[in-house]
């Protein structure tokens, strides 16, 4: 078991107050916050080592580009790929998939190809999608949801056919907190020829991802929501599937050689890297993984469990509060619930004066809460450095509300 | 520390809405969404011989946007039609006596939004 008393003391955010009061921080899923290895890793590579990577012949340059091609060999075990070459660096999980619907997208679909999303999904992992079938002239599908917020799996075998090209699902939602069987969908995916993306923009940092047991074949995430820095991102590929791929972004770093009327590509992964790359970000993204390896993914996942499964024994004590999603079994450390009558924005507002920052709306998911039959949720969400003493605190700050907004809602 | 919005005045008006419900005849009607929560504000306008305003809100959201209609809709009533345009989105936060980030002052100024988009429609008859 993690000993979170001693992580929290990692990350020097958690020591700040706000509104007057101790920080309880319970928005994770939306952006986590940075343990300090990670901040001195950044610091470190300003001060000490940076200048521009893949260019300069000097050592500086040559020091910088080791650091930042380091943290792709980082990333590259930490999700177990199969080789480094299989590891882009892009802005984020959004521009990742983004980067797929554009380069790989545009050439292999067509009319009376089929895309296949899940009601569970963000938007950034349905609008791309819905551009590339406007474009293509492709029909974009939906696995539905159980009332309980789990994937109806059921509907996946008439779902799922030869015209389905392309299957793209989370690996955990950022609103039900659900897990979903990714390596099973992946299977049946594949029994039909689709090629499948997994967003892992919320899996990845909470739970131990094994690309090649995973078997997708694209797999995006955000090193901001892992305890690294924003402005970096990753989308992982199947070698033979990036290789075919036209280059996302045209620019500097991305040529092998340019004349004046054409261009040939650089190898993977630069080939999708155009233009001077998040260089100290990347530096960051690799002190994150190295922090959450420390750790142990394992770890994480059990310490988000228990103390999603206190939380949620908490929060359901609350006369009035009804969660969304499925039992603390089967899902991440993310809580999305609905309190009387009281307005998500109301009572995130309310939590804030009491010092606890959590999220309020509709979490990027639209589809989701229109199938859910809701306008918005509020939404607490746990990672490494929360306790149950944050969920005490956030049962609390409830009951306040409550008492404080007395007979008005 | 900002203080709390959520004062006596505040929670009164959003528990005893003033000028909430529809308006007989009126001459135009103002809708208005806010995506971020699906919170809608309506605001229907009629006005007299004089051109003074007769107004009614009514929707769903937030403590901040639904007693910021009612405010609002306490406010113009019976106004000159002339002040009811002039009004900004300081007026509603100076009606108010709230002070409010960049994302809790859309919820509060939604109500305004709706009256505009009616005003508006007046000008177009």
């Given at each position: 078991?993690?000993?979170?008393?001693?992580?929290?003391?990692?990350?020097?955010?958690?020591?700040?107050?706000?509104?007057?009061?101790?920080?309880?921080?319970?928005?994770?899923?939306?952006?986590?916050?940075?343990?300090?290895?990670?901040?001195?890793?950044?610091?470190?590579?300003?001060?000490?080592?940076?200048?521009?990577?893949?260019?300069?012949?000097?050592?500086?340059?040559?020091?910088?580009?080791?650091?930042?091609?380091?943290?792709?060999?980082?990333?590259?075990?930490?999700?177990?790929?199969?080789?480094?070459?299989?590891?882009?660096?892009?802005?984020?999980?959004?521009?990742?998939?983004?980067?797929?619907?554009?380069?790989?997208?545009?050439?292999?679909?067509?009319?009376?190809?089929?895309?296949?999303?899940?009601?569970?999904?963000?938007?950034?992992?349905?609008?791309?999608?819905?551009?590339?079938?406007?474009?293509?002239?492709?029909?974009?599908?939906?696995?539905?949801?159980?009332?309980?917020?789990?994937?109806?799996?059921?509907?996946?075998?008439?779902?799922?056919?030869?015209?389905?090209?392309?299957?793209?699902?989370?690996?955990?939602?950022?609103?039900?907190?659900?897990?979903?069987?990714?390596?099973?969908?992946?299977?049946?995916?594949?029994?039909?020829?689709?090629?499948?993306?997994?967003?892992?923009?919320?899996?990845?940092?909470?739970?131990?991802?094994?690309?090649?047991?995973?078997?997708?074949?694209?797999?995006a995430f955000s090193a901001h929501k892992m305890c690294g820095p924003t402005g970096i991102g990753v989308l992982y590929g199947r070698r033979a599937l990036l290789e075919a791929m036209p280059p996302f972004l045209g620019g500097g770093d991305m040529i092998r050689r340019v004349e004046l009327h054409r261009a040939t590509w650089n190898d993977l992964p630069w080939k999708f890297e155009a233009g001077t790359p998040p260089i100290v970000e990347g530096i960051g993204l690799g002190a994150a993984v190295d922090y959450l390896n420390r750790l142990g993914m394992d770890a994480i996942a059990a310490h988000e469990r228990d103390t999603a499964r206190y939380a949620m024994e908490r929060l359901s004590a609350l006369p009035g509060l009804h969660i969304v999603g499925p039992p603390a079994d089967r899902r991440g450390g993310v809580i999305a619930f609905t309190f009387r009558a009281i307005h998500p924005h109301d009572l995130a507002h309310l939590l804030d004066t009491e010092g606890i920052a959590v999220r309020a709306g509709h979490h990027c998911a639209q589809p989701l809460h229109a199938r859910l039959g809701l306008n918005a949720t509020t939404r607490a969400s746990f990672y490494v450095y929360n306790t149950r003493a944050d969920a005490d605190r956030l049962a609390e700050g409830l009951e306040h509300v409550a008492h404080m907004l007395g007979k008005a809602v | 520390?900002?203080?709390?919005?959520?004062?006596?005045?505040?929670?009164?008006?959003?528990?005893?809405?003033?000028?909430?419900?529809?308006?007989?005849?009126?001459?135009?009607?103002?809708?208005?969404?806010?995506?971020?929560?699906?919170?809608?504000?309506?605001?229907?306008?009629?006005?007299?011989?004089?051109?003074?305003?007769?107004?009614?809100?009514?929707?769903?959201?937030?403590?901040?946007?639904?007693?910021?209609?009612?405010?609002?809709?306490?406010?113009?009533?019976?106004?000159?039609?002339?002040?009811?345009?002039?009004?900004?989105?300081?007026d509603i936060l100076d009606l108010m006596e709230v002070e409010l980030g960049p994302v809790r002052v859309k919820c509060a100024l939604l109500p305004l939004r709706a009256l505009q988009a009616a005003l508006e429609e007046l000008e177009d008859r």
């Open positions: 078991m993690l000993d979170a008393e001693r992580i929290r003391a990692d990350f020097p955010i958690l020591s700040c107050r706000t509104n007057d009061k101790p920080l309880i921080f319970l928005d994770s899923a939306a952006s986590s916050q940075k343990p300090a290895a990670v901040l001195e890793a950044m610091d470190a590579a300003y001060r000490t080592c940076y200048a521009n990577v893949h260019r300069g012949v000097y050592a500086l340059s040559e020091e910088a580009t080791r650091y930042y091609e380091e943290a792709r060999d980082k990333v590259t075990a930490f999700i177990n790929a199969a080789a480094r070459e299989e590891v882009i660096f892009t802005r984020n999980a959004t521009e990742s998939i983004n980067l797929v619907a554009y380069a790989w997208g545009r050439k292999a679909l067509g009319p009376g190809d089929r895309i296949l999303a899940t009601e569970m999904e963000h938007h950034s992992n349905i609008v791309p999608w819905q551009l590339l079938a406007q474009e293509t002239g492709a029909e974009l599908r939906y696995l539905p949801i159980t009332d309980a917020g789990e994937l109806q799996l059921d509907a996946l075998d008439d779902l799922l056919d030869e015209r389905v090209k392309l299957m793209a699902f989370t690996l955990m939602s950022n609103v039900l907190g659900t897990i979903t069987p990714a390596a099973e969908i992946v299977r049946r995916a594949h029994a039909v020829g689709a090629t499948v993306l997994v967003d892992g923009a919320q899996g990845v940092p909470h739970l131990p991802v094994d690309v090649q047991a995973l078997g997708c074949d694209f797999l | 520390m900002t203080p709390s919005p959520y004062r006596e005045r505040i929670l009164d008006h959003y528990q005893r809405p003033r000028h909430r419900g529809s308006l007989e005849a009126p001459l135009a009607v103002g809708e208005i969404d806010n995506p971020v929560c699906g919170d809608q504000v309506r605001i229907a306008v009629r006005l007299d011989a004089d051109e003074r305003v007769t107004a009614a809100f009514d929707g769903e959201g937030c403590i901040l946007s639904m007693a910021a209609a009612s405010m609002l809709a306490e406010h113009v009533q019976g106004r000159p039609l002339s002040d009811v345009r002039a009004l900004t989105d300081q």
